[in-house]
């Protein structure tokens, strides 16, 4: 997988619950910029989530006592900024003090946004300030292009929720978006690391094209934006929405290509793409709706495969290699075994979209989502960097009430209301499957035979209580593993 191929506007924003017929916040109606805060979460949303847990309301309690209990979110946390971060193989990895600040910018500014304790908003600007004044460059193998995904998108949104702090440095937090994660994120669009089109699973795509869309918005750019969401709509890579969901059945679901992998990349695919249609949202732009709502469609069955249901899989057959150097091709037949222990922070804020914001049926993510409540962030989902993949707290930032917005168009009819899915197959998959892999990033690819580690690292499956991962039958992979 060429592994080594290289070393405010807020009020106005989206999630006050305008409908399909008024998308557009009015500073974007009148095309003189973006919502801010505006990533994430609206000021909107951040009012909510205040007046909710000032209230004492359910969950949103819940999900605030995870957060507080987080030792990420306390005012107590000090940053270790490094001017080169490295990711992968062959090369001094330090990806790990940058994802805990970040994780440690993000919680702490949240909870200020919920408590009002100017002590967290000050570490958070503190921690995010001492980044942008050192980091120059992310370097590595390939993996190099996930972490300035990953924590591109991340950074973006930490400093989104202090962007008016008066002691934040704005103007070179943007100019790390600009010139360190966001360069290697649309490159890696554009080339895919010199690799053959669809070398690279969906998540490799998704990771970039978050970033590419947080570092439009968090900068002003209209033209960055543009990028993220033709590519969201019509990429040529396996992350764009008809590549990574290609095959809708008539009962409503439809195939998570990489569900043929295993479920840990599944579920962090949703969650990436999860985490582009709320970013898009909030300026107005609907991915969630696009396509006849075609990412509920992927969405629900991966909810229901990973709640331990049977769901059908077309075979598909993809190329690997690099241009002009190895050539390869792998296989993957089947839906791969799964655990329905394993989970991620990545279900409320795609449930509460679909069924409170638009009031459609989403039954097997409702229920998902429900397994997985209060939602924790980094930090309470195993040590290693799996667990840092998505920011969660969706229990406590994206609960919310049924919208009533005269605005909001009829419901749709429910895409995805049929109780199973046809034509169910023995699981099966690309390679042999094992027990969940300590210390290995969903979003890594390598050489190991071992796949379909647990999302969140560190969480173990108990004995003879769970639908365990089944051992399938290794595909020839042509090239390097």
Request: glycine share 14%.
């Amino acid at each position: 997988m060429l592994k080594a191929t290289g070393a405010a506007a807020g009020a106005a924003g989206i999630g006050a619950g305008v409908g399909a017929t008024a998308l557009a916040s009015p500073a974007l109606a009148a095309g003189s910029g973006f919502a801010h805060p505006g990533l994430l979460h609206t000021r909107t949303d951040l009012d909510r989530m205040a007046a909710k847990v000032k209230a004492g309301a359910r969950p949103y309690t819940a999900g605030f006592a995870k957060l507080t209990a987080n030792r990420h979110a306390q005012s107590s946390w000090r940053a270790n900024p490094q001017a080169t971060v490295y990711r992968g193989a062959g090369s001094p990895q330090s990806y790990a003090v940058l994802y805990n600040d970040i994780h440690a910018a993000y919680q702490n500014a949240l909870r200020y946004h919920v408590s009002g304790e100017t002590a967290h908003a000050d570490t958070a600007v503190a921690i995010l300030n001492a980044w942008s004044g050192k980091l120059t460059s992310i370097q590595g193998s390939a993996d190099r292009f996930l972490a300035a995904g990953l924590y591109g998108y991340q950074f973006a949104n930490a400093a989104e929720l202090v962007r008016d702090h008066g002691d934040f440095a704005l103007g070179r937090a943007q100019e790390v978006m600009r010139n360190v994660f966001h360069p290697l994120s649309d490159s890696f669009l554009s080339d895919h690391n010199g690799a053959v089109i669809t070398n690279y699973w969906p998540n490799w795509d998704l990771t970039a094209i978050a970033c590419v869309l947080a570092t439009g918005i968090f900068c002003d750019d209209r033209a960055v934006v543009d990028r993220a969401v033709e590519y969201f709509k019509h990429g040529d890579g396996m992350g764009s929405v008809k590549h990574a969901i290609p095959v809708v059945h008539e009962d409503g679901l439809a195939e998570w290509v990489e569900s043929g992998r295993d479920q840990g990349h599944s579920l962090l695919g949703v969650g990436l793409m999860g985490t582009v249609c709320e970013m898009a949202w909030n300026q107005g732009i609907d991915l969630y709706g696009y396509d006849d709502s075609r990412f509920l469609k992927g969405a629900q069955y991966v909810a229901k495969w990973s709640l331990g249901g049977d769901v059908p899989y077309t075979a598909n057959t993809r190329k690997k290699g690099a241009i002009g150097g190895w050539s390869g091709s792998e296989t993957a037949a089947e839906a791969a075994g799964v655990d329905p222990a394993m989970t991620r922070p990545v279900w409320a804020m795609i449930a509460n979209h679909y069924t409170k914001r638009r009031g459609m049926s989403a039954s097997y993510v409702t229920r998902a989502a429900a397994k997985a409540a209060p939602e924790g962030g980094g930090g309470d989902y195993g040590p290693n960097s799996g667990g840092y993949d998505q920011l969660g707290f969706g229990t406590l930032a994206f609960t919310r009430d049924r919208d009533r917005d005269p605005m909001d168009v009829a419901p749709s009819a429910d895409p995805t209301g049929a109780a199973s899915g046809g034509g169910a197959r023995p699981q099966g998959g690309v390679s042999a499957s094992a027990s969940p892999a300590a210390g290995r990033d969903l979003a890594a690819t390598g050489a190991e035979g071992v796949v379909g580690w647990a999302a969140a690292a560190g969480v173990s499956a108990v004995a003879g209580g769970l639908l365990m991962l089944r051992r399938r039958g290794r595909v020839r992979r042509g090239g390097a593993e």
